[in-house]
């Protein structure tokens, strides 16, 4: 199924013409329709299917992993604040709790990364430790990010730690991996992980487009119209549609009683390779 069928899909269900192509980004009314579309295509595809899901996948911790480039050799340092300035330096940086920045020289510097508190403006970011005993106007820094971190895709959904890593607890947090049992995104060996993968809506089986598509006409008609005939009969659908996805799904998977959800939370590894709808 390709996103402008499922529009048009959309469309249908809250009595709207069907349109030739769509508006991605605009404000007409198949536009709104393919923002219902992603939210939900987004929404679902985060639960775990057998088809977005993988396993044994070893990821391995960079040398640094650079977020954004910023001062070269002439920032700022004020301590009362615990601010760091440059002009512009900062404005294509979007704060993240943990990250860090590494900062590498400047008068009475101790050369080290330091955990960033927040990021005040395009000129400035606060640190939450002193980098210096007085004011520098020669602070010398390369990057914004972590050491020994390990960077997931934005199609990234979900991570699990696997195979054996599996006793690793982890998780994702924002665009990296976090190491709960440390309290770090520092890794100091390769981690094996499964991962739930954003696909492309047109990547999908037919079984779950048509599942993600019953459910954001659902979702669209009750934000525009108002019917309950309509909106029991669209909720129907979206209940057929999703049991077709599951029952889809589990065949896809070769279910056994020994590899079920239920299964998977009474051994304490829930979503190791199925999932819950």
């Known amino acids: 199924m390709t996103k402008l069928d499922a529009v048009n899909r959309i469309l249908r269900a809250v009595n709207e013409f069907k349109v030739a192509a769509l508006d991605t980004d605009g404000d007409s009314a198949q536009a709104i329709a393919e923002q219902v579309l992603d939210e939900q295509d987004r929404a679902i595809q985060a639960r775990g299917w057998h ?13 640094v992993t650079s977020m954004a480039l910023v001062i070269a050799g002439d920032g700022a340092w004020t301590v009362a604040t615990r601010t760091l300035t440059k002009t512009a330096a900062f404005a294509s940086y979007t704060w993240v709790s943990g990250d860090q920045i590494s ?14 508190a927040s990021r005040t403006s395009d000129n400035a970011i606060v640190l939450k430790e002193d980098i210096a005993s007085a004011n520098n106007a020669d602070t010398t820094t ?34 990296k991996l976090f190491d709960r049992d440390d309290n770090t995104f520092s890794f100091d060996d390769n981690v094996f992980v499964s991962v739930t993968r954003k696909l492309a ?37 979206v209940m057929a549609a999703r049991a077709e996805a599951i029952i889809a799904d589990q065949g896809q998977a070769d279910t056994n009683i ?14 190791v390779t199925q999932y819950g709808r």
């Open 51 to 63: 088809e977005n899901k993988e396993v044994d996948i070893e990821l391995e911790p960079a040398d």
């Open 142 to 175: 390369d990057l914004i990010g972590w050491e020994d971190a390990i960077s997931l895709g934005s199609d990234i959904l979900a991570v699990d730690s696997y195979g054996s890593s599996v006793n690793t607890d982890i998780t994702k947090r924002g665009d």
């Open 103 to 116: 900062v590498t020289g400047g008068t009475g510097v101790t050369a080290a990364y330091y955990e960033i």
């Open 258 to 271: 020994l590899n079920t959800p239920d299964a998977h939370r009474i051994s304490g590894r829930a979503g």
């Open 201 to 237: 809506f047109t990547d999908l089986s037919d079984a779950l487009a048509v599942y993600i598509t019953a459910a954001a006409a659902h979702i669209h008609q009750q934000r525009t119209t108002e019917g309950r005939v309509q909106n029991a009969f669209l909720e129907q659908q």
